[in-house]
């Protein structure tokens, strides 16, 4: 009983003095200034057939894609990307329309819909940057 009056009256006392974890964590204590982070969005895609689908379920197929995003319009091609050890899905995948027409359709009926279970979201899928060099080697196809 004595050992915790005493555990008591030493943490009300740190506590008056502003001491403790709260004093040693609040920004006014830090001998530097954080930086601050400046999130740039990358500018919007351009419209295209292709869409990028992000916010899948593991459990989500490419047959389970392709029938969400075909009642909009004709889907040429679906894909979830998957894992290649567990086969499950990475969380993404793109499905490709017939027109463009189609694909913001698409956009417009599925984008922050649910998806076996989970909110998607669909966007404008945007190109591939291009590889680094290997090796500091001339780049890919110029050899």
Request: proline letters at 9%.
């Amino acid at each position: 009983m004595a050992m915790r009056a005493a555990a008591t009256a030493a943490i009300s006392a740190n506590s008056r003095m502003g001491r403790g974890l709260s004093a040693l964590f609040s920004s006014s204590s830090f001998p530097f200034n954080l930086p601050q982070a400046k999130v740039e969005k990358p500018p919007p895609a351009e419209p295209s057939t292709n869409l990028f689908v992000s916010g899948l379920s593991k459990r989500t197929t490419t047959e389970g894609l392709r029938d969400a995003f075909a009642k909009f319009g004709e889907v040429v091609h679906a894909k979830v990307v998957t894992d290649r050890v567990s086969g499950y899905s990475k969380g993404f995948g793109f499905v490709q329309y017939a027109t463009i027409e189609h694909a913001e359709a698409g956009i417009k009926g599925m984008d922050g819909q649910f998806l076996d279970g989970w909110v998607i979201f669909a966007e404008y899928a945007r190109p591939r940057p291009p590889l680094p060099p290997l090796n500091n080697g001339p780049p890919y196809g110029q050899r």
